[in-house]
């Protein structure tokens, strides 16, 4: 177990599947499996332990042994999964499965029934690289409700953020609205606190047309 616990570690580290495959000569595969699993779990938080030897050799178990025994859970099966449908968490689902049906399985049961019943599918995703002053992303908000002298209702805000795609460094500002005016007047004021003007702006909405903003010649 001790180095499917290393690989959720450096997993929490944001490092990649491939630079932990390289450094712990295991497959890219096998780190895969291991990010999935500890993603169903919620392992991959940070801020959260990491779990013990014990459950892990749970869940890593083979399918071959798993098929063999029947799950606790398993008579529960349609309270359970219509609880997770709702987002509702594992640890929940087993307070639940106690109040109301006097359940005596375990945490990890539950888990591994949900692992096998419900896998968790993970969203396709596209790592954005950019060199330094290529290109900035900008986006609004929601905001707060707020109050001003002289208006009786607390009225909506936006919030505006520009956000330099390879420092990270963010400029922001609350707006009234999110008219096209204010929308390029939020632009000019980035600029003005970046000093500088990005080679194209990225719309976090926009999946496949770039805005181009070309510097101008100094």
């Excluded at 520009?162 to 000019?188: G, N």
Aim: charged share 20%.
């Amino acid at each position: 177990m001790y180095e499917i616990r290393q690989i959720i570690a450096r997993l929490r580290l944001g490092e990649s599947d491939r630079d932990i495959a390289r450094s712990q000569a295991v497959g890219r595969k096998t780190v895969a499996a291991v990010r999935t699993k500890a993603q169903v779990y919620g392992w991959l938080d940070a801020a959260g332990t990491l779990p013990e030897d014990a459950l892990l050799a749970q869940v890593f178990v083979s399918t071959r042994r798993r098929a063999q025994n029947v799950s606790s859970v398993e008579r529960y099966r349609e309270d359970v999964l219509a609880w997770h449908a709702q987002g509702i968490q594992a640890t929940t689902i087993r307070q639940a499965l106690i109040r109301k049906h006097q359940f005596t399985g375990s945490l990890s049961a539950v888990y591994l029934f949900l692992d096998a019943n419900a896998p968790w599918t993970p969203e396709a995703t596209v790592i954005l690289d950019f060199e330094v002053a290529k290109c900035a992303q900008g986006d609004f908000g929601q905001g707060p409700l707020l109050t001003a002298p002289g208006v009786s209702m607390p009225f909506k805000t936006w919030i505006f953020v520009m956000t330099l795609a390879w420092s990270r460094h963010q400029y922001c500002e609350i707006v009234r609205d999110q008219k096209v005016e204010t929308w390029l007047a939020c632009h000019r004021h980035a600029f003005k606190w970046f000093n500088g003007v990005p080679h194209m702006i990225l719309p976090d909405y926009v999946t496949g047309n770039i805005i181009d903003v070309m510097c101008p010649p100094r």
